[in-house]
């Protein structure tokens, strides 16, 4: 599957009419939510999976969604690399007993240390969040993961929302 492009607005207009050239007007921004429950198998323990299930990824502006691999949200080509704060709210359970899960964040399929909650969880249901701040290029591939202690654990996530708001841009861009 390929990209689903999406609107970005390049420039603006201040009260004097002036065109303002570059980032600062750029409007950047994702909510991403998980639209039924999801069950992400984790073959090998340590190992990050990206979290099954489709996501709705509305409003969506200067990123595209990509099949992968790795399936995610890219930072639209061509941009700068700016900061950005990424939000992330689950709720989780697993097949059996209780495991030591993490959530986390990939970037181009590498876990953003800043980004990982860990967790005992049960077969009951148990919300985790997290925020991080991450440094994002063009055509970057951002993927919300899921890890457990134990082979073979299904992790089961029953609800997911994220957004992707611009944090501040990066000094002259």
């Known amino acids: 599957m390929g990209r689903t492009k999406h609107h970005v607005r390049v420039g603006s207009y201040h009260e004097e009419g002036a065109h303002i050239e570059g ?12 639209t039924a429950a999801a069950n992400t198998t984790c073959v090998a323990k340590d190992t990050w999976y990206p979290i099954s299930g489709t996501f709705t990824n509305n409003p969506i502006e200067g990123f595209e969604t990509t099949a992968g691999p790795p399936a995610g949200i890219v930072y639209g080509g061509g941009h700068c690399g700016r900061y950005f704060e990424i939000d992330w709210h ?17 970037v181009n399929g590498t876990i953003v240390a800043a980004s990982v909650m860990t967790t005992l969880v049960t077969t009951a249901a148990l919300q985790m969040s997290g925020t991080l701040v991450v440094e994002l290029e063009g055509d970057d591939v951002v993927t919300l993961a899921v890890q457990s202690a134990q082979d073979g654990t299904v992790i089961t996530v029953t609800n997911f929302t994220t957004t992707i708001c611009k944090f501040f841009a990066n000094p002259g861009g």
Do not use: Q, R, Y
């Not at 980032?23 to 998980?34: C, D, Q, S, W």
């Not at 689950?90 to 990939?106: E, P, Q, R, Y």
């Open 23 to 34: 980032n600062a007007m750029e409007e950047f921004g994702v909510f991403a939510f998980l």
């Open 90 to 106: 689950a709720s989780t359970n697993v097949s059996f007993g209780a495991d030591t899960i993490k959530i986390g964040v990939l």
